[in-house]
């Protein structure tokens, strides 16, 4: 039987019962069993009623951990609680960003007002197209090669981390990379002098991981292309939006926005526009820069939601006095954890070279190995999580990207002192 909201309806017994004492059920029902009688029909008004449920509140801070994963990592509080406070019905238009159309005029203002955001932040020029993509920085590995070289070009590559050596292996399918300086026979613990690279004077591209994740080796500076016409690119996906960078002076930056500016899904890519339309003929028409930037990002259905976040943390690096004021704040959280590090007499260790420290990730083992299992649980129960270091090098690998406040750090720097304590 059918029944709409807030409708009343009769029943018609054309059999008739005589009402004996309710069977309780499971299921809270009282059945009433029928029986034969020469009674007149009876009829039986019942009233549905819709209930509408209630939005949850909103879990306290005190809920919350700190969160030293290396991506996806932690967000800003305040984006996630604006977040929250639009999710069920986005600024009155009826329904969340992840029921809109990609095409509809409501996702058209996020998606627009977010690359108006960036190209504030980044002092991004006229010259280079924002593309918000997918896949990931790894698809990019292959879509560089494919829009930038012919099969036959020569490209340059250094190699600082596991990142940068998978970026270089991918390219060998699509052009003629050369790995000029790898850090592999020291662990990658540290970056090359730049006038002593053996770049090829023929180079189409040199191809560097600004921060590599796994080893937290930073570059402080960037290399110049020995030939004049060609290109710098970086993958920049753990330390963008960090700190103020010189867009100029690279052909392409590209990045995984999972640890800095949004959730895992959105792949951003900063292309200069001159180096868009010359795609090899093998292409997949996902990774052809030209129908992307063509199609203001929008050829088929972005991560949407993504995207939004990514709006969201815009808005508030801006709001903090934008990336100079953001680096200032991280070299501070930095410090303090190297500081914790170095002064540890031993007990904790950092294997990269001062000069070249991440401010981003921050890798460090025990003098005592046999204690990092004991401290990574430990933190773990003052709601200090995701310390463990990458399955690759082990130990631990505090990921301090821009979301982690200060007092975050604080805390694990005053646990590590505790521990070694209690252990050294």
Not at 406 to 417: N, R
């Amino acid at each position: 039987m059918a029944m709409s909201a807030n409708t009343p309806h009769t029943l018609l017994l054309k059999n008739p019962s005589i009402l004996k004492t309710p069977t309780p059920t499971t299921t809270g029902i009282h059945l009433f069993p029928i029986t034969r009688a020469t009674t007149k029909p009876i009829s039986i008004k019942c009233s549905y009623s819709a209930t509408v449920v209630a939005p949850p509140t909103s879990a306290s801070a005190q809920d919350r951990v700190f969160n030293f994963a290396a991506g996806p990592a932690t967000l800003p509080e305040n984006v996630l609680l604006k977040a929250e406070s639009e999710l069920y019905n986005w600024r009155g238009a009826g329904m969340s960003v992840m029921e809109m159309s990609h095409r509809g005029k409501e996702f058209l203002s996020i998606i627009q007002k977010a690359e108006s955001d960036l190209r504030k932040l980044l002092n991004i020029s006229e010259d280079y197209a924002v593309l918000f993509l997918q896949g990931g920085a790894t698809t990019q590995f292959a879509g560089i090669p494919l829009n930038i070289c012919k099969p036959d070009d020569p490209v340059d590559y250094i190699v600082t981390g596991s990142w940068g050596d998978k970026a270089f292996k991918e390219a060998t399918k699509y052009c003629k990379p050369k790995v000029i300086w790898s850090g592999k026979s020291d662990k990658y613990t540290g970056i090359p002098a730049f006038d002593g690279l053996d770049q090829n004077p023929d180079a189409r591209y040199l191809h560097i991981c600004a921060n590599e994740t796994i080893h937290g080796v930073e570059f402080k500076d960037y290399p110049t292309p020995k030939n004049k016409d060609s290109l710098l690119i970086a993958d920049m996906s753990s330390n963008f939006c960090s700190k103020p960078v010189d867009v100029s002076k690279f052909g392409i930056i590209y990045a995984g926005a999972q640890k800095n500016v949004g959730p895992s899904g959105v792949t951003i890519v900063i292309i200069r526009k001159d180096l868009i339309g010359n795609a090899q003929e093998i292409t997949p028409v996902m990774l052809d820069y030209k129908i992307h930037a063509d199609n203001n990002s929008l050829y088929n259905t972005p991560p949407c939601y993504g995207i939004y976040m990514c709006g969201l943390v815009f808005e508030d690096l801006l709001a903090q006095g934008g990336l100079v004021e953001v680096e200032k704040k991280n070299v501070k959280k930095a410090q303090i954890l190297y500081d914790a590090i170095d002064e540890s007499k031993g007990f904790y260790r950092c294997p990269v070279e001062k000069s070249v420290r991440s401010l981003m990730n921050v890798p460090f083992t025990l003098e005592k190995s046999e204690l990092e299992g004991e401290f990574v649980k430990e933190a773990a129960k003052e709601k200090m999580v995701q310390l463990k270091g990458h399955r690759s090098v082990g130990g631990m690998r505090a990921s301090i990207y821009n979301a982690m406040p200060l007092a975050g750090v604080e805390k694990l720097v005053a646990f590590m002192k505790d521990f070694q304590a209690k252990h050294g």
